[in-house]
């Protein structure tokens, strides 16, 4: 997860961690204005978020680059994801209905292909807050991952990296 490198990057640059989080990402808590959130809501590009958060960064004195930053969550995120993917490909096996919410980039299209399977053949739904235009944790996303799947909140489990995102999810019962 960036929230657990983003601690290694900020070490290296000898920055609290809170504030490059705050500067680089926003309040993961919210779904903001913060140009990351508005990124992920796919209001602005990739490029327009850079250069907001490079000045936001600029006004620290700190050099907030998001592309060298996804570079480093990237090599991070590529060991932990094996385990995850072989679990959800056991639960599908067992019968278990399996959806995503995801918080995602409309430039990074290329994440779906990034699976040893195809997506749909495991997930029947993809909420894409890029796509819909709402992140967690605002909880219309969930509602639609719900509605899609036709299961009530009570039947569901929802598994996330971040506490907020996970409190959302139990806030609607899940």
Same mark, same amino acid.
């Given at each position: 997860s960036?929230?657990?490198?983003? %601690?290694?990057? #900020? /070490?290296?640059?000898g920055?609290?961690v @809170?504030?490059?989080?705050?500067? !680089?990402f926003g309040?993961? =808590?919210?779904?903001?204005p913060?140009?990351?959130?508005?990124?992920e809501?796919?209001?602005?590009?990739l490029?327009?978020?850079?250069?907001?958060?490079?000045?936001e960064?600029?006004?620290?004195?700190?050099k907030?680059?998001?592309?060298?930053?996804? %570079?480093r969550? #990237? /090599?991070?995120?590529?060991?932990?994801? @094996?385990?995850l993917?072989d679990? !959800?490909?056991?639960?599908? =096996?067992?019968?278990?209905?399996?959806?995503?919410?995801t918080?995602?980039?409309?430039?990074?299209?290329?994440?779906?292909?990034?699976?040893p399977?195809?997506l749909?053949?495991?997930f029947?739904?993809?909420?894409?807050?890029?796509?819909?235009?709402?992140?967690?944790?605002?909880?219309?996303?969930?509602?639609?991952?719900?509605?899609?799947?036709q299961?009530?909140?009570?039947?569901?489990?929802?598994?996330?990296?971040?506490?907020?995102?996970v409190?959302a999810?139990?806030?609607?019962?899940?």
């Amino acid at each position: 997860s960036r929230f657990a490198a983003i %601690a290694d990057v #900020a /070490a290296e640059m000898g920055v609290d961690v @809170g504030l490059l989080q705050q500067i !680089t990402f926003g309040d993961y =808590r919210i779904d903001g204005p913060h140009p990351w959130h508005r990124l992920e809501r796919g209001e602005i590009t990739l490029d327009e978020a850079r250069c907001l958060i490079l000045l936001e960064g600029e006004k620290h004195k700190l050099k907030t680059d998001i592309y060298e930053m996804l %570079a480093r969550f #990237a /090599a991070v995120e590529r060991g932990i994801r @094996g385990p995850l993917v072989d679990k !959800t490909l056991e639960w599908k =096996r067992r019968g278990y209905r399996i959806g995503m919410v995801t918080n995602n980039i409309r430039e990074f299209t290329s994440w779906k292909t990034a699976f040893p399977f195809v997506l749909e053949d495991v997930f029947e739904v993809v909420a894409d807050s890029s796509c819909l235009g709402v992140r967690k944790p605002n909880r219309q996303i969930f509602d639609y991952a719900l509605q899609q799947l036709q299961l009530p909140p009570a039947e569901v489990l929802f598994l996330d990296d971040y506490p907020a995102n996970v409190a959302a999810a139990n806030a609607l019962g899940i």
